[in-house]
């Protein structure tokens, strides 16, 4: 890509990057994490319920001990869980109109374990199949060059935001992210909407 567009902040014309996170971003892990949980359990669970970004914590603080909090790592060390994330709403539309902006540089920056990164590989190249992209497989979202980040993990808004700066720190609206300080979007369409408008592509 070559971007022809001069920056607002008055430096060399360059392409902006923009990271997204995986999980509860584009993919709704949420959703998939209640109907494994309540296919176990035989319990009921919804997204209000997960309260804590970790759900291990999240379901021992609901269920005080009547369900282990573990069965939720058991959950999430399968791999076709993994395999079977949906897309949430709209979010093909919202890439799709960011990848095709020429002055945009999607990065997919996601912290998922080593053993799974090859059916996360997959996974993206099956729903992202016209989308224009490059993965950052990384813990540490702060040692990803970006402009932007777009995550529901105040941790890893926090990482980046003496880096990129608050305003471009853009949490997706989840229960466990509500004290956040960061602009907070429902939809990644709002988020990539706030981002055109704030670099003038609209």
């Known amino acids: 890509m070559c971007n022809t567009k001069l920056k607002l902040n008055n430096s060399l014309d360059e392409e902006i990057i923009v990271g997204i996170d995986v999980d509860n971003v ?29 759900f291990k914590e999240a379901i021992n603080d609901l269920y005080k001990g009547e369900i282990d909090g573990e069965v939720a790592n058991h959950i999430l060390s399968d791999e076709k869980f993994f395999s079977d994330l949906e897309l949430k709403e709209g979010v093909l539309e919202a890439l799709t109109k960011l990848s095709n902006n020429k002055n945009i540089k999607i990065i997919i920056v996601t912290a998922i ?75 990644l369409n709002e988020a990539i909407l706030y981002i055109l408008k704030k670099e003038d592509l609209l």
């Open 113 to 187: 374990e080593n053993n799974m990164q090859s059916i996360r590989t997959k996974w993206l190249k099956d729903k992202l199949k016209d989308i224009d992209y490059s993965v950052a497989y990384e813990q540490k979202k702060d040692r990803v060059k970006m402009d932007y980040l777009i995550d529901d993990g105040i941790h890893n808004l926090d990482m980046l935001s003496s880096i990129i700066g608050k305003d471009n720190c853009l949490c997706i609206a989840e229960p466990y992210n509500k004290s956040c300080e960061y602009n907070r979007f429902n939809t």
């Open 26 to 54: 584009i993919a709704d892990f949420s959703k998939l994490f209640i109907n494994n949980f309540q296919n176990l359990t035989n319990k009921s669970l919804c997204r209000n319920d997960l309260v804590k970004w970790n």
